[in-house]
């Protein structure tokens, strides 16, 4: 067979195609189950043994050929169609498409984002625990024994299974005091839990029934030397908290503290802001009181260090449990704890997108 003569003809055929629909005949009288090209192909097992290497080698050349043409040809044709389309409408390719949305981020995202920014340049690391906790680590752990009407306090979501829903962040303190002893770890240590609690409450303008925290401790190595003992202080924790209260709420609040019952601090405090709302003067959001209870905080109670498996007498520590929703209401003067979970767009979509 003359292969070169029939590369030629079927190349002229694919040249001569017009449109679309005789490419498409064309290629399958080539190419289909009795494709001429194909039986070109197949057509060596008639020949001698030893002829059969060069004509397949060639055979095979004349089918590579043919097929790139055709797919050359097929692609002309539809990039014909599309201009056609194209240009039956006033659709210009050229311009630039709309700007698709991605959406906003939620406001407890960014300031939690923001606190953990703040907390990490001070030396902090971040700390994770189940929000499906044992009461071990929900009370006991934190100094709460089983009759200590602080329980009750806490409206806790019991577990058919003997656990319950964690009530705040502070188990994750005794977690990773256990954690980081039993690996050897020395303090200093400085961390942050940022992390969703649950309460069976009664829902209202400053009560959820699952909300977020975040949880901070800090415990170091008392010194002892000639002059007494110096360790992590009280002063340490009220400059640490007035720090993190500006640089989150952009601006100098008043603040006061006072002291807060928490059994696993001693001393423990309330650190209060002056209500933004009513700017002190008494409104339904701080309860006529002229203050938000936001920050309760305090120094690590002996009992949880032991717990956490470190001697009260060589290390103290400070501890505090934010609530990020109110910290996210003052933020940004959001009167009503209810819009955070209420998915409303028209609230949610007043904050930042989430960066591309
Ligand atoms: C505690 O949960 C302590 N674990 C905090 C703590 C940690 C004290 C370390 C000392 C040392 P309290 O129950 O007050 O404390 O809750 C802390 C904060 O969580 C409150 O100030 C409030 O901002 C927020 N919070 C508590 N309950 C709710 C709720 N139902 N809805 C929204 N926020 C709440």
């Given at each position: 067979m003359d292969i070169t003569g029939k590369q030629d003809e079927w190349l002229q055929a694919i040249a001569a195609a017009s449109d679309g629909p005789a490419v498409a005949e064309l290629e399958a009288r080539l190419?289909?189950?009795?494709g001429e090209v194909l039986e070109m192909v197949r057509s060596?097992?008639?020949?001698?043994r030893e002829e059969r290497p060069a004509f397949g080698k060639a055979a095979n050349g004349v089918k590579l050929t043919v097929d790139k043409a055709l797919a050359a040809r097929k692609d002309g044709f539809a990039q014909i169609e599309l201009n056609k389309e194209l240009n039956a409408t006033d659709f210009d390719p050229t311009e630039p498409g709309p700007r698709a949305r991605t959406g906003a981020m939620h406001p407890i995202t960014i300031v939690q984002n923001e606190l953990v920014d703040l907390f990490t340049s001070m030396g902090f690391q971040w700390e994770d625990g189940p929000e499906i906790e044992s009461e071990y680590f929900n009370f006991d752990a934190l100094n709460?024994?089983?009759?200590?009407?602080a329980r009750e306090s806490q409206d806790t979501f019991l577990?058919?299974?003997?656990?319950?829903?964690?009530?705040?962040?502070?188990p994750v303190q005794v977690r990773t005091l256990q954690r980081l002893v039993k690996q050897g770890f020395e303090p200093p240590l400085k961390v942050i839990v940022p992390g969703r609690c649950f309460r069976s409450e009664t829902v209202d303008k400053t009560h959820e029934h699952s909300f977020y925290q975040m949880e901070g401790l800090v415990v170091d190595r008392v010194q002892k030397g000639e002059n007494g003992a110096t360790g992590i202080s009280t002063a340490n924790l009220i400059h640490t908290m007035k720090t993190c209260l500006r640089v989150i709420l952009e601006r100098d609040v008043e603040v006061r503290l006072r002291p807060g019952f928490f059994?696993?601090?001693?001393p423990g405090f309330e650190l209060d802001v002056n209500c933004p709302f009513c700017s002190g003067k008494g409104c339904s959001v701080c309860k006529q009181s002229g203050w938000i209870e936001i920050l309760p905080c305090g120094m690590v109670h002996p009992n949880v260090l032991k717990e956490g498996g470190l001697d009260p007498e060589e290390y103290t520590g400070f501890a505090f449990g934010m609530g990020l929703q109110r910290v996210v209401m003052l933020r940004y003067g959001?009167?009503?704890?209810?819009?955070?979970?209420?998915?409303n767009l028209r609230f949610l979509s007043q904050f930042p997108e989430v960066p591309r």
């Open positions: 190419f289909g189950q009795k060596v097992t008639s020949l001698p709460i024994p089983g009759d200590h009407p577990l058919s299974d003997g656990n319950l829903l964690r009530t705040h962040t502070s059994p696993f601090v001693e959001i009167d009503d704890i209810r819009h955070f979970m209420g998915g």
